[in-house]
């Protein structure tokens, strides 16, 4: 059975930075596709960035420079580092396995 248990989320002023931590259970991690999404305000969710097996990673134009994936395979945790932040990264934070699990959210809140 696959658990993501995402920590990290928290309030913010505008330029400040967070790093988000997704602890994973379930075995394979190591050759896991893991995502991060967000959910806005009244948005759609939204996929933020992806970091594959090998390490390749994906950004989405809006966070391109800004945050950055990461991975350590030895403790089945996936980070996602934001730096810069701005009001309209407000959302819940998802992680995300392989395209099909989630984690429970994490809220990040970015104050003007």
């Known amino acids: 059975q696959v658990q993501l248990v995402e920590s990290g989320g928290g309030l913010v002023q505008a330029g400040g930075s967070l790093r988000l931590s997704c602890a994973a259970s379930g075995g394979l991690f190591s050759i896991s596709v893991m995502g991060w999404y967000r959910q806005g305000p009244g948005k759609q969710r939204e996929l933020v960035a992806v970091i594959t097996s090998g390490g390749s990673t994906n950004y989405a134009d809006s966070v391109k420079g800004r945050f950055t994936i990461s991975r350590d395979n030895a403790k089945n945790t996936v980070y996602l580092q934001m730096n810069s932040l701005k009001p309209e990264d407000t959302a819940v934070y998802y992680c995300?396995?392989?395209?099909?699990?989630w984690g429970q959210g994490t809220q990040v809140t970015v104050s003007s």
């Open positions: 995300n396995r392989d395209g099909w699990a």
